[in-house]
């Protein structure tokens, strides 16, 4: 994704229109429109101005790969990620198909991504 399309992502997810995100980062609503149309090339000032008002880090917007989920995924389907590597079910990753012993690997990084996020959050203070 371009910097442009990742810009207009974000700003939809977070139900914002152009002028809200432009006043947001003290832009005009066409020069944003013009760099979500990939027309022109925002400085590094203006990233950081748009990331902000997005409340993202700054990189998600260069991040080519940093592609949402697929439009068939349901909250159910990405809930069952576990359960799919588990069954028969085929899976592929950027087009390649993977073998069990693939799925398996796949399957120990997550719960090791998976507990190291439980930890981290028990270790967070309760708000009141």
Same mark, same amino acid.
């Given at each position: 994704m371009s910097i442009g399309a990742n810009i207009k992502r974000f700003r939809k997810e977070r139900k +914002?229109? =152009?002028v809200e995100l432009a006043e947001?980062? #003290? +832009? %005009?609503? #066409?020069y944003l429109a *013009? /760099? !979500?149309? *990939?027309r022109y090339?925002? %400085?590094?000032e203006t990233l950081k101005s748009i990331a902000e008002a997005l409340n993202i880090p700054t990189h998600h917007l260069l991040d080519e790969d940093n592609a949402p989920p697929p439009v068939w995924a349901t909250s159910k389907d990405l809930r069952d990620f576990k359960k799919m590597l588990l069954e028969d079910t085929p899976v592929m990753f950027d087009g390649v198909p993977l *073998? =069990? !012993? *693939?799925?398996d690997k796949v399957m120990k990084?997550? !719960?090791? /991504?998976f507990w190291d996020a439980k930890k981290k959050n028990k270790r967070k203070p309760i708000e009141e």
């Open positions: +914002l229109t =152009q947001k980062s #003290s +832009l %005009s609503r #066409s *013009d /760099i !979500e149309g *990939d090339n925002p %400085s590094v *073998d =069990q !012993e *693939d799925k990084v997550m !719960e090791a /991504i």
